[in-house]
């Protein structure tokens, strides 16, 4: 089974620039989510989407930040404009149905905004 | 009052001695509780999964969960270097909509 897809791995910005990472799920997985993981700290959510809706965005930053999920498939998150605070690894999730299944995590877009 | 707390350590030991990583929590609703286990520059891999109260044992690894006290266990016997790593605890409501993180241990086992 193939896992998590993310791209890039890597991207260093200036900041007030725009950003986006890229999201492939585990086929089949219903349910997407989107993490940020700042240097030292665990995963805090930001958004989630079972299918092509959005479930929870809740501590989603929406005036710089957005997500979308074409298709109820892949995914992108995109930051616009970036701020210091930014620099973080962006990390992709995907289970199999709501609640109670584990996550599958993609290893990440490490993001440094300068 | 951060809903999992996590000591982020960094904690290091020799090799083969036995490991205790623990958190805390502080919403009852919690019923699934994981570890992950996350190596640098890697996304965080699930290492265990338990319900409820009670031990959960895997090989090297035993989870375990005391609800009473909101308590979450991780044990690593005869601890490895490939065993280093950041270990993330974490809790989801049944049926609820997000996974909740402790800080992450860092763990370093020394050859």
């Known amino acids: 089974e193939a896992g998590v897809a993310q791209s890039p791995r890597y991207k260093i910005i200036e900041k007030r620039q725009s950003v986006a990472f890229w999201c492939n799920p585990i086929?089949?997985?219903?349910?997407l989510y989107w993490y940020q993981q700042i240097l030292g700290q665990g995963p805090k959510l930001l958004i989630q989407f079972q299918n092509n809706g959005v479930v929870d965005d809740s501590q989603l930053p929406k005036d710089r930040f957005s997500a979308e999920r074409l298709k109820g498939v892949d995914s992108t998150l995109k930051i616009q404009p970036a701020k210091l605070e930014d620099s973080a690894v962006y990390l992709c999730?995907?289970?199999?149905?709501?609640?109670?299944?584990?996550?599958?995590f993609g290893n990440g877009t490490r993001l440094t905004v300068t | 009052q951060k809903e999992v707390e996590q000591d982020p350590g960094p904690l290091s030991v020799p090799e083969g001695a036995i490991v205790s990583l623990n958190c805390t929590y502080s919403n009852s609703a919690f019923q699934y509780f994981m570890w992950y286990r996350q190596y640098s520059r890697k996304g965080p891999e699930l290492l265990m999964y338990t319900y409820s109260s009670g031990n959960k044992e895997d090989g090297r690894f035993t989870a375990q969960v005391d609800k009473s006290s909101k308590y979450i266990s991780l044990f690593i016997r005869d601890s490895q270097p490939s065993d280093s790593a950041t270990y993330l605890c974490a809790a989801l409501i049944q049926g609820a909509q997000k996974l909740v993180f402790g800080q992450g241990t860092r763990l370093t086992i020394n050859p």
């Open positions: 999730a995907s289970t199999q149905r709501n609640g109670d299944s584990p996550l599958h």
């Open positions: 086929s089949g997985h219903a349910t």
